[in-house]
């Protein structure tokens, strides 16, 4: 993965990062491969694969579910770095959770992109879970682009 990610799997593979070994995340959900949840960090050993392959094959399934999700919500018209904020919230905090961003997904239909990006950041999601990838998310929101890397000075 090259410079700045763009696309769905680059973001999530960078957001997520990657654990073979199962373990607790900062809610206390089990979670292995690419930020996945997991039945029971109870389970034998054997029930848990530490192949890549599998867990990028199930991160895949899950990008796709994600994506009819988002498309579910009937949401017009949206850059493809939008829709992929969009994606990537409802990958980490799940599809009911998301729809808790009640505010930000009207000003998303209404096209009003820069008040979708200040509800991003009016919430526990900015302020206390993922303040980092929330404000990268709200400024592609803001732009409808990802970030260019910044111009090397002559």
Do not use: C
């Not at 302020?127 to 803001?142: K, L």
């Amino acid at each position: 993965m090259g410079g700045s990610a763009n696309t769905l799997q680059e973001i999530l593979v960078r957001d997520e990062g990657y654990q073979e070994e199962p373990y607790l995340d900062h809610k206390g959900n089990p979670t292995g491969g690419f930020g996945q949840r997991v039945p029971s960090l109870a389970l034998p050993e054997h029930a848990f694969s530490s192949n890549k392959e599998y867990w990028t094959n199930r991160l895949l399934d899950k990008i796709e579910e994600v994506e009819g999700q988002r498309k579910s919500l009937d949401i017009q018209n949206l850059s493809k770095p939008r829709q992929v904020v969009l994606d990537s919230m409802i990958y980490q905090m799940g599809f009911a959770g998301f729809k808790g961003f009640k505010k930000m997904i009207k000003a998303v239909r209404m096209g009003d992109y820069q008040r979708a990006a200040d509800e991003m950041l009016d919430s526990d999601w900015a302020r206390e879970d993922s303040p980092t990838r929330a404000r990268r998310a709200a400024g592609v929101m803001r732009l409808g682009r990802f970030p260019t890397q910044k111009r090397m000075r002559r």
